[in-house]
């Protein structure tokens, strides 16, 4: 259970909710610059997911399922 960024550990209780990086100011801040690169979508029957903002598959104007 260590942090995704710095490699600290992070505590079990953080851990289990989700958070994958520790407490480190530095830790949040690259976090939140690396989903600047990233969008929240909606797939059909499938819920939501998070996507590269720069994606083809978002350009191409096709649905999900279609050729």
Same mark, same amino acid.
């Given at each position: ?6 490699? /600290?550990? !992070? *505590? ?5 909710? @989700?958070?994958? #990086? ?14 600047? /690169?990233? !969008? *929240? ?5 499938? @819920?939501?997911? #998070? ?17």
């Amino acid at each position: 259970m260590d942090c995704t960024v710095c490699g /600290n550990p !992070v *505590l079990p209780e953080r851990w289990e909710i @989700g958070y994958r #990086y520790c407490f480190e100011p530095n830790c949040a801040h690259e976090l939140r610059e690396r989903q600047k /690169n990233y !969008v *929240l979508i909606i797939l059909p029957k499938q @819920g939501f997911t #998070y996507v590269e903002a720069n994606s083809p598959h978002l350009l191409d104007g096709k649905s999900s399922g279609r050729q």
